[in-house]
Structure formats: structure tokens, C-alpha cells
């Protein structure tokens, strides 16, 4: 067992009167960051970590000042290291439920008691079934390009049209290189989108994709179902991104339009005592955007204890003082 792992709690099942201040869903940026300013706070915080973010497949992240190309996983384990250094808990696992009385019940039985709740949960990137793409994803395979345009700037690129997002995407990846292919594959583009395509110098190829070619470990080309082959050595592509927001759903929390939670600047959902932050709220948002959410929903979460800290004490106040007249 790694250094990391031995900052997990073995047993995460509390004493009969023990009750936390902020139970923490989710153990990446967000997450991480704003348990480091409740710890800081001394509040009484635990994070509960199902150990799968979103992400694991890179090598690398980018645009994070003073962190920019560290792994994404030692980043964590910086983050794991330092909030328990404010006395956070850290529990590996996955909540099976939350009752609105904040009882959070892990899969196999312990539950935790909290005065307020923050999911961080994330979201997961749904791929295309186009093979090759599951292997080579996070690597040569990639779909932000502020997080990995610079890393292959230059290089014969494509973008794949497997999501409408997919024709925004090329648009601005042509920043980096000359030579970007658009292939449609199953989209329909409209007049407009050929011409701001072609306007901005990136050349649309026909046909359906049929798989990607991956030799020495490494992209090589991309196949089309008519036997052609496209060098290129990276692919960017649009996934279609699916939010873990089953625990904010079943409690209640308003949605969007677009099916994606509504909170406001700090995080705070519809429902009272419960935040949300990072990408199970805001699909956009790169690793420093979510540790950014995480403090501020933080911030917030210790001002609405102090809240109701200060309505209790000066409750006992008057009690005291009427008991003494």
C-alpha cells in the first residue's frame, strides 16, 4: 500500500455521537480544495473518494499556474496530503445515498452524519464506438484543446464529427496547427459550417470513419470504410459528457434546461444545506476552474455555519439570561 492510500481511514463508520460539520462527495479538485479551506476553518470535514476521475487516462494537465504538466494523479495525492494535515477524514468509497437530513450512507453500510453537504462527484466522457479510440483516449486522443493543443501544436491533426460541439472545436484547434482535417463522419454539417470550415483553412474529408490506426503505441492514421488512410498523429474529438448527479437529483435539486443542476456563483443548489461543484455542475470547467469552485463553495458553506452557529448561541444566550432572572 502506497503513502497515498495510507491516508485513507480504515473504518469509516463514526461513533454514535459523532457528526460532521461538511461531508465532502468527491475527492478530486473541487472536492480536494474546498475540504483544504474547511480544514483550514477547523470545521469537521470528511471527503469520501470512489477513487475515478475523469482525468485518469492523461498523462498530464495544463493551465494550472505553478502546477501546469504535473500528473493529474500526484496532484491529488499533494491535495490528499495536505488536507489531512487540517485533520479532513479521508474515506474511500461511493455514497449510496443522501437523505435530506444529511445521513450519507457508503455502499456497504456505514453512514455519516453532516449539517451540510457538498457533491463533487464529476462527470463521465462518453465515447464513440469507433475503435481505437477507447485505447489511444487521454493520449493522442484528446478533446480540450487549451489542455492539450499547445503539446501537439504544429502536428498533422483531426477532428473527428462525432458531436455537434465537434465543429466549434476544429474552429478554434486551427489555432495551433495548419494542418487540421475535419471528417463528419455521421454529422450533418450545414452550408454554414462547410464555409466557416473551410474559412478558417482546415480541410473537410468525407466519408465514415472506420477505425483509428495505432501502431508502436502510438496514433498513425485514421481509416476511413473506403479503405483510405489519413496520417495524423492526434485526434481531437467532442465526447458527450454525462454528469454524477444521481445523489443531487434524488434530493431535489432544480435543473437547467439543458439537464444540468442550477446553483448559484458559490454552488449552492436549490435545495438548502447542499452545494455542488466542479464538472458535475459545469462541463467546461478544467482542473484549476473546479479547485476554483470548490473554494468558493466552501467560503460560503463556513458562512452559513457561522450562520447558524451565532442563531444557537444566541438562542442558549436568552435562555440563560431569561433562566437567571
Known amino acids: 500500500m502506497n503513502k497515498a492510500m495510507n491516508r485513507y481511514d480504515a473504518d469509516a463508520r463514526p461513533a454514535a455521537d459523532e457528526r460532521h460539520d461538511v461531508v465532502v462527495v468527491g475527492a478530486g479538485a473541487a472536492g480536494l480544495n474546498a475540504a483544504l479551506l474547511l480544514g483550514r476553518a477547523r470545521r469537521k470535514v470528511v471527503v469520501i473518494d470512489a477513487g475515478q476521475p475523469r482525468n485518469a487516462p492523461a498523462a498530464h494537465m495544463h493551465g494550472f499556474l505553478s502546477r501546469d504538466g504535473l500528473p493529474p494523479a500526484t496532484l491529488l495525492e499533494l491535495g490528499r496530503a495536505e488536507i489531512t494535515r487540517y485533520g479532513v477524514r479521508l474515506v474511500r468509497g461511493r455514497v449510496e445515498d443522501i437523505d435530506h437530513g444529511f445521513s450519507v450512507r457508503l455502499e456497504g453500510g456505514p453512514v455519516l452524519e453532516a449539517r451540510r453537504v457538498l457533491v463533487a462527484t464529476g462527470l463521465r466522457d462518453e465515447l464513440p464506438d469507433i475503435p481505437g479510440v477507447r485505447e489511444r483516449w487521454g493520449k493522442d486522443v484528446l478533446h480540450c484543446p487549451y489542455c492539450h493543443g499547445y503539446e501537439v501544436g504544429d502536428q498533422p491533426l483531426a477532428v473527428l464529427g462525432t458531436?455537434?460541439?465537434?465543429?466549434?472545436?476544429?474552429?478554434?484547434?486551427?489555432?495551433?496547427?495548419?494542418?487540421?482535417?475535419?471528417?463528419?463522419?455521421?454529422?450533418?454539417?450545414?452550408?454554414?459550417?462547410?464555409?466557416?470550415?473551410?474559412?478558417?483553412?482546415?480541410?473537410?474529408?468525407?466519408?465514415?470513419?472506420?477505425?483509428?490506426?495505432?501502431?508502436?503505441?502510438?496514433?498513425?492514421?485514421?481509416?476511413?470504410?473506403?479503405?483510405r488512410v489519413l496520417?495524423?498523429?492526434?485526434?481531437?474529438?467532442?465526447?458527450?459528457?454525462?454528469?454524477?448527479?444521481?445523489?443531487?437529483?434524488?434530493?431535489?435539486?432544480?435543473?437547467?434546461?439543458?439537464?444540468?443542476?442550477?446553483?448559484?456563483?458559490?454552488?449552492?443548489?436549490?435545495?438548502?444545506?447542499?452545494?455542488?461543484?466542479?464538472?458535475?455542475?459545469?462541463?467546461?470547467?478544467?482542473?484549476?476552474?473546479?479547485?476554483?469552485?470548490?473554494?468558493?463553495?466552501?467560503?460560503?458553506?463556513?458562512?452559513?455555519?457561522?450562520?447558524e452557529d451565532v442563531r444557537h448561541a444566541v438562542e442558549q444566550y436568552r435562555a440563560s439570561a431569561a433562566a437567571s432572572r
Not at 190 to 202: F, H, I, K, N, S
Not at 231 to 249: G, K, M, S
Not at 277 to 294: F, L
Open 231 to 307: 496520417p495524423r498523429t492526434a485526434a481531437f474529438l467532442f465526447p458527450r459528457t454525462v454528469a454524477h448527479d444521481e445523489l443531487l437529483t434524488r434530493l431535489g435539486c432544480v435543473k437547467d434546461d439543458t439537464g444540468w443542476i442550477t446553483t448559484d456563483r458559490t454552488g449552492r443548489t436549490s435545495v438548502a444545506g447542499v452545494w455542488a461543484a466542479g464538472n458535475v455542475i459545469d462541463p467546461r470547467a478544467q482542473v484549476v476552474t473546479a479547485a476554483g469552485m470548490g473554494s468558493a463553495a466552501a467560503f460560503a458553506i463556513n458562512a452559513d455555519l457561522v450562520d
Open 163 to 227: 458531436h455537434p460541439g465537434a465543429v466549434h472545436q476544429a474552429l478554434l484547434l486551427r489555432q495551433w496547427s495548419d494542418d487540421v482535417l475535419f471528417l463528419p463522419h455521421t454529422l450533418d454539417l450545414t452550408a454554414e459550417d462547410r464555409e466557416r470550415l473551410e474559412g478558417r483553412g482546415l480541410r473537410i474529408v468525407e466519408g465514415k470513419i472506420d477505425h483509428l490506426v495505432v501502431e508502436g503505441g502510438r496514433l498513425r492514421g485514421i481509416e476511413l470504410a473506403d479503405g
